[in-house]
């Protein structure tokens, strides 16, 4: 929310790394959506089982900025199955394991 009240579009940044140095997607000039929920879909498609990292700049009609913290995401579109559970404690061998 703008202090002004000002109009406020968004940029939106999706990137393949933590240090945000290789841009997969973006979008610019997104409007805000109602009742102050703005969203965007990626347009492309992302590699499944991959982390992702994103943050958004909110601009208002003077050129004011604010970036968001950045956010990461992982992309799992098959619900892939967990590894099977093994023994942690006690410690296979020990004393108390009998």
Not at 12 to 24: A, H, K, Q
Not at 25 to 32: G, L, N, Q, R, V
Not at 39 to 65: C, F, M, Q
Request: without cysteine; hydrophobic residues 35%.
């Amino acid at each position: 929310m703008d202090i002004d009240e000002d109009r406020i579009t968004y940029t939106f940044g999706v990137y393949s790394d933590s240090s945000m140095n290789t841009l997969v997607a973006s979008a610019s000039e997104i409007p805000e959506g109602a009742e102050g929920i703005t969203s965007w879909v990626v347009d492309i498609p992302l590699n499944d089982d991959t982390r992702y990292y994103w943050k958004v700049i909110a601009t208002d009609e003077h050129g004011a900025t604010t970036e968001s913290p950045p956010a990461a995401f992982l992309v799992n579109t098959l619900n892939t199955a967990p590894e099977a559970p093994g023994i942690s404690s006690p410690a296979v061998g020990s004393e108390e394991a009998l």
